[in-house]
């Protein structure tokens, strides 16, 4: 081939358009572009900076307006302030220097503060996150390095370490303290993000606001963004994030919105519906002169998951654009999972937007296929109103998009889902072109992406609806959402070989759908959409399930047209429909013919099964006007049968015969699942193979008001002569089971398999199993269905521990929460606190409230777990129950947010109760026995029982946990344990399990304790003891001086040898405080030391307590071995003067080292006690015979003096690693900017900056906002 060729490349084939007959439309009518239509994204976010989105082929905006419905980009803006001196205080706590060319007639700015990473996709917030990190460890590998060669250097100068001096040792302990902080940094490095302050002004026309990207106050070189709507400006923050994002104010400059997006997928959405390039039209989307609405309703904080709340707020949005232009909705679901479709309140709202205000939604079916009715939410839900489209491949784009060798038939996607729809509806209204390549958002730092996926469709098919409406705008012609459906349905070009479950009524055909558009703006049944419901559940159409036993069904079908509301009363009035019904299934008894008004109707069909072969079968009655049918069906009811096999009970298998499988072959298989049958085992074999062959098997029960994914398995299978392809899964017995078997859409080649599908069973008397620990034994009997061995297990995972609402608070939300017309929403907001005595991984999770976002009645359930300093940990929702967040020892706030606009609906959930589960470190195995009195005597535990004669069962006897398994008192507080249990000594019967629970007793021997004591004492004696204790416990709470010394004298005139009161006296002269007893090495704090306090007050009560107490009686005591439970009082006694004698020696330390300080830098000054370093080390190592500084869990004023010790010798690896020892225990602003501190002493400046950068996200002043 000559190099200088021009060699031929189908474009046309990126953006595919001729398969639909789009570009032969187009080319027709090159005005119906889209112009005049908007076309709202409701999904992760559109970025304006994406190529082909800034501008239609008019000159307008591309991206019309862009708001972040989530709340996750909103910003609480202070109260106006006004500069001093050129500067304004910002949130962070940063001094913003106001640039004088800023225009501001009021002169007031309004500041706030945000995350960064709040704002990033999770690609991005990780792309950031490395980057920032490699320049941070280049940094921190040098220092590291450097520490290492000075402990060489020491050890090789210091051979012999057992003669080293104090001093030497104490110098060696420094530097292996360096070299200790500098690797635990490294290995618990943690980048939180850094915190910009924003600043909003309004300049006389419109709101604006600046971010500081500098962190330094210098606003002089940060970008001013005008309101989005106004200006439609955009910027990206960084040059390393490219992350373009727009603002928005709201609620008179209270609230700053910052808008970006949560993924890509909306950018390639909105890019393929309606993207224009200027130079080249295969390039652009499908309608290139519509215009974007950009509504985020993928929430950053829950991995770009959709909340109810933000479709409820993108509701709202649509309401007020549906006044002035026609609006096309795109809601890709993909998050969801179809049930049964109940009119509940998300629902609700969205058929009113498409009933109400005219819009036209969109939606893709999903790509969770090949099995039958894995539609999800939308387009299954409540009246079926909204466009749910599939997934279509042609053999162009197989081998232009996906350079695939060969090119096959045209086909829909093995994974797009299929309907029916749980519901009975068709799920699948059409197809279209699923993949293309597409913009990509810039902070991908790519052009352009390939894409397969179902919500490509959905766009595609949301840009030819916009073709449709411009050239019916143009034409001036009448339409509602009901004709476009109906039109698009009625055109379609039905695909050969292809089942309809995966296509719906066809390939979408736009000049057929244009056609029958130009001539329906006089039919009868333009404003009119049926509502079918079906049978006893007035389900949305008929789905069937039966066997050869049960073939024959009558169903009650009722019809009831529904009017736009704008429609008239004389239109309603008038409203008389001739309709003959057809429908070409023989199994089918139907009426002919049927007359309706704007009334109900209700007819009867007859579904004969009997002669039908065991699969799937569907069909639909469709109903033609009888004056005119060219337009096709008025509507139609879908009927879908599934016949299943009934299983061999001689060896509950099925065998297949040799099939040959080419690419997208599926077959189907329905068999009602052996009453005891609990699992069953796929094998497949090839035969003659030289390729491999990839295949899906999907396995799925459809179970009564359940979603698909309750009983549903999805495997990917690679098949080739050499490899065993044997799967179990989970069933349950009685229903009827899908089983799935589909060559994947682009394995190329024919394959000849053979498989098989066996039933097994082990079934329990309880499907669930909640034990008691004060019931004792528990008793399950299992039932097998061929003689299965049981061997159980039973394996406790997670602990839970039941939340109680501290305080719960209804109020109502702001103006933005209105649904039109003047509906408010109101908010419930719960606060819960719980605490950890060790780290864990916990989750929430509300019980009352479903996992399944349109079922729920409440717009969403939100929560948020935060730490003492307030700092935002992680969040969830009802769908983050297997979402488990780390967390250290400490006291945490969970803040709980349910959504309604009827406030009565959330006075019923004021006291709704959570659940925090927190998974066990070691799992935790309970004992099975064969008989009770095995589990009786803890004899005998079931390590094999033999095969049972089925169906008699066998008896199991679960016996309680032992305190060695699980101690309640040093665990973290809980109510119950729960678990999984499994029967099946098989592997393969693993899959089968089994939920259980186990509640706690707490056993509580205070009292017995108590009472022993108080035998040995009068009831005068009890009196004063408990008197002394309410007065020291007191003493801990009060906060004036003269009431704790009145307190004080009081108990030590009763009680003069009292440790407690003493110690409570010491810690308020001296509180064990990182505020204020943190060392020092600014000479105007030091001199601000309350000297007296230390010399009159401090160090003699420390001196008082020590002389009470016997050092060698508590090393004795200590270096003995004394059986704890002989002597619980001595124990108890030498514990209380072991902490009294650490703590006033730690008191004692840190005293003498501020009296040192402040002597050095007052050599003048007149003091009764001037400590040396010697003093201060003596007392050091007198603490040191009693504790090890260095162990974990130490307590805080060993930590405190530890770190006044290392300051004083100015040790400042050891005290750095004090302070980090400290902060572990409990973080605090105080030791953070010690830390900071000391790091610049020692030029580490890496780590102080990187400290100084995270600590407004580590500190923030508020709770953050929902």
Known sequence: MPLNSVLDFPTWCLIPKRETKIDSFLLQHPQYDGSGVIIVVVDSGVDPGAAGLQKTPKGDPKILRRLDCTGCGDILLSKPLEPINGYINGATGRKLKIPEKWINPTGYY?????????????????????????????????????????????????TNIIELNNEAKFTKEDIEAKVEVLTNIEKKFSDIGPTYDCV????????????????????????????????????????????????????????????????????????????????????????????????????????????????????????????????????????????????????????????????????????????????????????????????????????????????????????????????????????????????????????????ECVSVASAYVTGAIALLLSGLLREQKYFTPYIIKRALENGTTALEDTETFAQGHGLLNIENSFEILTNSDSSPELSVRFDISCGPNNIKGIYMFCTDAQPCQEWLINIEPKFTEDTAPVEKIDFNLKLVLE????????????????????????????NLKSGAHTTNIQAYNALNNSRGPVFRIPVTVIKAKEIDTNNYTYTSKRKIFAPNTIKRYFFKVPENATWAVFNMNCFECTDVGHFTLHCMQILPIKHYKTIETKFDLTVSSNTDNLKSFKVEGGIILEVTLAKNWNSIG????????????????????????????????????????????????????????????????????????????????????????????????????????????????????????????????????????????????????????????????????????????????????????????????????????????????????????????????????????????????????????YMLHRNDNNKKNTESKANNKTKLDEYKEALKDLKNNWMKKMNEADEIKTLYEEIEQGFPNDLQVHINMLRFLQPIDPKVQLPTFKEDEINKYKIDDLQTKVLPLCEKIL????????????????????????????????????????????????????????????????????????????LCKFVDPKEKNVDASVLLFAAWHAAINKHYGRLLKFLLNYQEEKCSREIDEKCIEVCKLLEWHHIS???????PSKYPKEYKPF
Request: glycine fraction near 6%; charged fraction near 20%; include cysteine.
């Open 583 to 610: 429908c070409a299934a023989p199994f089918i008894e139907y009426p002919r013919y049927l007359s309706i008004a704007n009334m109900a109707r209700a007819i009867f069909v007859k579904v004969d099964a009997k």
């Open 200 to 451: 909003v002004f309004h300049d006389g026309s419109k709101w604006n606001a600046c971010v500081d990207i500098t962190e330094q106050g210098n606003l002089e070189l940060c970008k001013v963004l005008g309101e989005y709507d106004v200006t439609h400006e955009f910027i990206f923050l960084t040059e390393l994030d490219h992350f373009n994002y727009s603002i928005n104010v709201h609620n008179d400059g209270k609230v700053l919105e910052f808008v970006g997006i949560s993924s890509p997928h909306g950018t390639n959405v909105a890019s393929t519906a309606a993207g224009y390039f200027e130079e080249g039209s295969d390039k652009n989307g499908i309608a290139p002169g519509a215009q974007i609405v950009s509504l985020t309703v993928c929430d950053n904080r829950l991995n770009s998951a959709v909340t109810g709340s933000a479709l409820v707020q993108a509701i709202i949005a649509i309401v007020e654009l549906s006044k002035n232009k026609p609006v096309i909705i795109h809601g890709s679901s993909g998050l969801q999972y179809a049930q049964m479709s109940l009119s509940t309140h998300i629902g609700e709202l969205i058929n009113e937007i498409i009933d109400k205000y005219r819009c036209i939604w969109i939606a893709d079916v999903g790509h969770y296929g090949p099995a039958l009715s894995t539609v999800t939410s939308p387009p299954s839900i409540g009246q079926d109103t909204i466009i749910g489209v599939g997934s279509f491949v042609s053999p162009e784009m197989m081998s232009a998009v996906h350079s695939l060798r060969q090119k096959l038939s045209g086909t829909i996607y093995t994974w797009s889902s299929r309907g029916p729809s749980i519901d009975g509806s068709f799920g699948v209204n059409i197809c279209a072109p699923g993949d293309a390549i597409f913009s990509h958002p810039s902070t991908s730092h790519c052009n352009s992406k390939l894409k």
């Open 110 to 158: 309004r500041v706030g503060s945000k995350n960064v990473y709040d704002l990033y996709s999770k690609e991005t917030r990780q792309k950031v996150q490395q980057k920032y990190k490699e320049d941070w460890l280049r940094q921190h590998t040098s220092h590291f390095n450097e520490a290492n060669r000075n402990l060489v250097d020491f050890e090789e100068k210091n």
């Open 750 to 997: 024919d394959m000849s398999v053979q498989y098989s599908i066996s039933f097994y069973g082990i079934k329990p008397s309880k499907s669930s199993i909640t034990m008691l620990a004060v019931e004792g034994i528990q008793r399950v009997d299992v039932t097998t269905l061929r003689g299965e061995e049981i061997l159980p297990a039973i394996t406790l995972n997670n602990s839970i521990r039941i939340l109680e609402s501290t305080e719960s608070k209804i109020k109502p939300l702001s103006v933005r929460d209105i649904i039109p017309p003047g509906r408010q929403i109101y908010e419930l907001v719960h606060s819960y606190n719980f605490s950890l005595v060790k780290p864990a991984e916990v989750t929430l999770e509300n019980p009352y409230l479903r996992d399944i976002l349109y079922q729920t009645e409440y717009e969403s359930h939100m929560w948020m777990i935060f730490n003492s300093n307030k700092q935002l940990l992680g969040c969830g929702d009802a769908n983050s129950t297997d979402c488990f967040i780390k967390l250290g020892k400490g006291i945490y706030t969970v803040k709980s947010q349910i959504r309604h606009d009827k406030k009565e609906n959330l006075d019923k959930l004021v006291t709704l109760p959570m659940l925090l589960k927190m998974k066990l470190i070691n799992p935790i195995t309970m004992d099975v026995h064969p008989t009770y009195i095995c589990a009786l005597l803890g004899e005998k535990k079931t390590d094999r029982f033999q095969r049972s004669n089925s169906p008699f069962a066998v008896p199991l006897f679960i016996s309680p946990l032992i305190s060695e398994k699980y101690n309640v008192k040093t665990n973290n507080t809980a109510n119950y344990l729960s678990g999984t249990v499994t029967f099946a000594k098989d592997d393969l019967g693993k899959v089968d399990t089994y939920s259980i629970r």
């Open 1249 to 1255: 900056n990187h400290i100084q950068r995270i600590m």
């Open 1107 to 1182: 002389r009470n107490l016997d050092q060698d009686e508590i090393l004795c005591h200590y270096a003995s071995k004394l059986d704890i439970k002989d002597n619980v009082k001595l124990q108890e006694l030498m514990k209380l003067k072991k902490n009294a004698l650490i703590e006033s020696l730690c008191h004692k330390g840190i005293a003498l080292s501020r009296l040192y300080q402040y002597s050095q830098n007052n050599v003048d000054a007149l003091l009764d006690c001037k400590p040396t370093k010697d003093d201060i080390s003596e007392t050091w190592e007198t």
